[in-house]
């Protein structure tokens, strides 16, 4: 393929991609039919995002909080211990889909998909989970 | 060991194949042509490893691949001198494609 | 850059539900044997101790030794040992999200070096600690790639034409470190203050070593002057 179609394809999927990002929404509501091109850029695989439109924003330092610190010691511990390993973890996260996965904070991705990549493998169960959840915060608040 | 198909000085295309939930391969890279500057170990494919074949996963060698920035983007706004380099495995590449630049 | 301290630190709040389910996660995990709460205490050890403190050490290093900078530009991996660092730690087999391919950049009057991971963010935690907020930030993955001196200027960072910059876009299991070029204004310095000036930022390759300018010692954020 040319360089100039290789362009002309690339500008094209990367202005479908910010067709779906959340800066400029285009309404999907399970549409009766999609064109190639909307399928294009839905089918992106989302953390493939070098050269996306991007303005320029103040890049920070906030710094790990307890529990984003604890995350990602668990989510090492989980491959450490052959439950799933790093690559898993990357591709759960597209897996998301684009809502949760520019939604949620950079470590509250990792402990989503752990939760749920561990239920995928039946190593728990998902009301094993929720009564998990809701005893762990029931015992925060207590202790809080 | 298997026998590298790709030495450093190879110009390689990296192909153009349709992903669907996963990859390493960058969008901005399919189809473009570049230099191989370095090799790097047979490594298990993350199109395996990312489905939870790591050990018995599909090893294969990788390369540096280094591009003129000015033959990824449509509208490169720094200058002719700046490249980026990025790692792909032996089956993303291909010899470079006659009609790429 | 802002340093966005005092924004959880304010008086009783709701219990985070991130926080809740890290929790529940954690504790089914070892309920059901898939690691130990001594596993969970190692990591946490052995992770809070990683800082960008190592990396400058080999940077300053390799500047004062030509011998030990072949090393490390030739096998990164080996080289860290010199200055404590394992990357076989702490499992044993490396952690499972660096892996252990480790190689150094060497910045050159004529070549900068940058990194970036656009797929995730990839960034070598053994020595250089955990990777910065805006490097795992999709604006910084987005742009790095396609402008590069506009993100660098952003940095304060302006480099000439003829100097190449070099996007190393992070994919795979390679982990990379820029070697800056050490800067004048430094001659007879010993290791350590050497590695005093080698920051974090002139190792990922926005930012360039300068003499005046030490990470636990930058110019006066108030007032902006230069000590």
Redo the contacts between chains.
């Keep these: 393929m040319s360089t100039t179609s290789l362009n002309a394809r690339f500008e094209e999927i990367t202005r479908g991609i910010a067709g779906i990002l959340p800066v400029e929404r285009t309404p999907l509501d399970s549409p009766y039919e999609i064109s190639n091109e909307t399928y294009a850029a839905l089918r992106t695989v989302l953390h493939d995002v070098g050269g996306q439109p991007a303005l320029p924003e103040p890049y920070k330092e906030k710094g790990e909080e307890a529990w984003e610190m604890n995350t990602y010691v668990t989510c090492e511990c989980l491959a450490w211990g052959g439950a799933w390993n790093a690559e898993i973890r990357r591709r759960a996260e597209n897996d998301l889909g684009a809502t949760l996965y520019y939604g949620l904070p950079y470590y509250a991705r990792w402990i989503t998909v752990a939760a749920k990549t561990l239920i995928d493998k039946g190593l728990i169960t998902p009301d094993e989970l929720s009564s998990k959840i809701d005893e762990v915060r029931a015992r925060m608040k207590e202790q809080s | 060991m298997t026998q590298r198909r790709f030495s450093v000085g190879d110009r390689v295309t990296v192909r153009?194949a349709t992903?669907?939930?996963?990859?390493?391969?960058?969008?901005?890279a399919?189809?473009?042509t570049g230099v191989v500057t370095e090799y790097?170990?047979e490594?298990v494919i993350?199109e395996d490893?990312?489905?939870?074949r790591?050990e018995d996963g599909r090893h294969e060698p990788?390369y540096v691949v280094?591009f003129r920035?000015t033959?990824?983007?449509?509208d490169?706004?720094?200058?002719d001198?700046?490249?980026?380099?990025?790692?792909c495995?032996e089956r993303w590449l291909e010899p470079e494609m006659v009609?790429?630049? | 850059m802002t340093y966005t301290e005092h924004e959880h630190i304010e008086g009783p709040t709701e219990v985070s539900e991130f926080e809740v389910l890290e929790r529940a996660v954690r504790e089914l995990a070892i309920e059901h044997g898939l690691f130990s709460a001594e596993d969970h205490r190692r990591f946490t050890e052995w992770a809070e101790a990683r800082t960008p403190a190592k990396g400058s050490q080999l940077v300053a290093k390799a500047w004062l030794d030509p011998a030990f900078k072949q090393q490390l530009l030739s096998n990164g991996t080996e080289a860290s040992k010199a200055v404590g660092v394992d990357w076989l730690d702490p499992t044993g087999k490396g952690t499972p999200s660096d892996y252990t391919y480790f190689y150094v950049l060497e910045n050159t009057p004529k070549v900068h070096n940058v990194i970036v991971c656009t797929l995730c963010s990839c960034y070598p935690r053994p020595v250089l600690g955990m990777s910065p907020d805006w490097y795992r930030t999709p604006n910084y993955r987005r742009r790095l790639v396609r402008r590069p001196r506009e993100v660098l200027a952003e940095f304060g960072l302006h480099l000439p034409s003829d100097v190449e910059v070099r996007v190393h876009d992070s994919n795979q299991k390679s982990r990379f470190m820029v070697m800056p070029m050490r800067p004048e204004g430094t001659e007879g310095w010993s290791e350590e203050q050497l590695a005093s000036i080698v920051t974090r930022d002139t190792m990922i390759g926005v930012a360039l070593p300068n003499p005046e300018w030490t990470a636990t010692n930058p110019p006066n954020a108030k007032t902006g002057a230069r000590r």
């Design positions: 153009d992903s669907l939930f996963h990859t390493r391969t960058q969008r901005y399919r189809g473009r790097r170990p490594w993350p490893e990312a489905w939870g790591d990788f280094r920035q033959d990824l983007w449509p490169y706004t720094g200058f001198v700046d490249t980026l380099e990025t790692e495995s009609g790429t630049k």
